[in-house]
């Protein structure tokens, strides 16, 4: 499978536990994104990387959350201290950040991480 | 205000009929905008890349309006198959450089027979 790969699918853990999640993109992107959505919502973006350079994290994630993609390759999110609110599907993304005219921009996701915080 | 917003839906339409998604986006320096479909349980998916000059791909076609900053999305001869959630996604920047994607929240599509 060339695809996107998330691992673990399905997670629950009690409040307070720590949690961490990996994504790995397909092979030749150098774009990663984590998402996070809820029921009845659009992807919330959380945080990208190109290469191994995190760019941007969004204001909503909390100190409790980190990302890495320490190698440019996989990427791992860690949640700390999980709390209810933290149940979610968490998506991950890559893309291919290259200007060519075949290339959309198009991002391509995994089938997701989904959190169950009791 | 949200930077991506979506007609909230859910749209519930006969099978054969045409139908219309709007978003708008707020910030003006977007240089580039997709439509993606996400199924039920499922990852989203590419749709269709929205272009300047607007694109067709079959019974679908995409509209980009700068002035008015929204993208639009016609569905003809909608078919059950159709049936799905679809999210408007904006690139906050050129994409030769680096710069996030945002979604909608999504409007939900009923297809009925």
């Known amino acids: 499978d060339t695809g996107v790969s998330q691992d673990p699918r399905h997670k629950i853990t009690k409040r307070g536990q720590n949690v961490t999640f990996r994504c790995d993109p397909i092979?030749?992107?150098?774009?990663l994104y984590w998402y996070r959505q809820t029921l009845g919502q659009g992807p919330e973006f959380l945080t990208y990387?190109?290469?191994?350079?995190?760019?941007?994290k969004s204001r909503l994630l909390s100190d409790r959350f980190s990302a890495e993609r320490p190698k440019g390759s996989f990427s791992t999110l860690e949640i700390q201290r999980t709390e209810q609110g933290d149940s979610a599907m968490y998506l991950c993304?890559?893309?291919?950040?290259?200007?060519?005219?075949?290339?959309?921009?198009?991002?391509?996701f995994g089938e997701g991480s989904r959190l169950t915080v009791l | 205000r949200k930077e991506v917003e979506q007609d909230p839906g859910p749209f519930n339409v006969p099978e054969g009929a045409t139908v219309a998604f709007n978003c708008t986006y707020s910030n003006s320096a977007s240089q580039s905008f997709f439509w993606y479909r996400q199924d039920c349980r499922k990852e989203p998916k590419l749709l269709m890349s929205?272009?300047?000059s607007g694109n067709e791909d079959g019974r679908f076609t995409a509209q980009l309006n700068r002035a008015s900053q929204y993208i639009s999305l016609l569905i003809r001869d909608s078919k059950l198959s159709d049936s799905a959630t679809y999210l408007c996604a904006v690139n906050n920047g050129p994409y030769s450089s680096a710069s996030k994607i945002i979604f909608g929240s999504g409007t939900r599509l009923s297809i009925r027979p």
């Open positions: 929205v272009y300047s």
């Open positions: 993304a890559s893309s291919l950040a290259k200007p060519a005219a075949s290339n959309t921009g198009e991002l391509f």
């Open positions: 990387f190109q290469n191994e350079a995190q760019l941007e």
């Open positions: 092979s030749e992107h150098n774009r």
